[in-house]
């Protein structure tokens, strides 16, 4: 089954999709980096994703929300923006 989420933001539940790029096409992704899958994104994810980097962790693991196989100053950036936001799950 493919399904394409990224052409238009009603395409997912509420919405809660983030506007990547207009240009030429549009194009729309998935918010990343609640790392405890509580539905927040928040300093408790900063906190495990800053713990990850410091200590240099990599491969495939929940605090690279980047997807480059390694923890870093990337996913930090990543996680912080996302919550400074407030991004959180929206439920039916």
Do not use: C, H, W
Not at 84 to 92: A, D, I, K, L
């Amino acid at each position: 089954m493919y399904y394409n989420f990224s052409d238009n933001a009603g395409k997912a539940f509420g919405n809660n999709l983030k506007l990547l790029t207009s240009d030429p096409f549009t194009i729309y992704g998935i918010y990343s980096g609640d790392v405890n899958q509580d539905g927040i994104i928040d300093a408790s994810d900063l906190s495990e994703t800053d713990n990850d980097a410091f200590n240099g962790l990599s491969g495939y693991v929940r605090t690279d929300v980047s997807g480059d196989d390694f923890v870093d100053a990337a996913d930090m950036s990543i996680v912080d923006n996302n919550a400074f936001n407030s991004v959180s799950v929206v439920r039916p």
